[in-house]
């Protein structure tokens, strides 16, 4: 699915504007949508190289779209879902937001879904992706 406008009206009460995030609205919206689906089990942790799964999540690609399933990071699921290129969006990333894609952590591929949501929605509250909040729990 594609970016859709509706997202943009979702829990606007709850988090950052987009504004203040310093992102464009549709980009907000987009993490809104990929924090609903990690917090769902709509994504889950899968091999990076080739996802057996139609919607895998690891932090260590920034997306690949293959006949075996689709695997991507919270970024490259944001491209997806707003029709663009994973890995050149991914990586043009700046300030918070590229904390959040590219977590200063010892793995990245061990992100769980549940340390990547707490991170995502720890950015989209307060600004601030804290990794190490998010990865305390070890889960």
């Given amino acids: 699915m594609l970016y859709d406008k509706k997202w943009e009206t979702k829990t606007q009460e709850v988090f950052s504007s987009a504004k203040s995030l310093k992102i464009p ?17 709509e994504l889950q942790h899968t091999d990076p190289w080739c996802s057996t799964i139609p919607n ?15 695997v991507a990071c919270i ?6 879902l707003t029709n663009r290129d994973s890995d050149a969006y991914v990586k ?3 300030d918070n937001l590229c904390r959040l894609y590219w977590p ?3 793995s990245m591929a061990a992100i769980s879904v549940a340390q990547a949501a707490r991170a995502l929605r720890s950015y989209l509250t307060t600004g601030q992706p804290n990794w190490k909040a998010a990865m305390a729990d070890g889960r």
């Fill in 25 to 41: 609205a549709k980009d907000r919206a987009a993490l809104i949508e990929v924090l609903r689906r990690l917090e769902a089990g």
């Fill in 56 to 70: 895998g999540f690891n932090t260590q690609t920034t997306g690949k779209k293959q006949d075996c399933g689709t």
């Fill in 75 to 80: 970024g490259g699921w944001v491209a997806f």
């Fill in 92 to 94: 043009r990333a700046k």
């Fill in 104 to 106: 200063d952590v010892e």
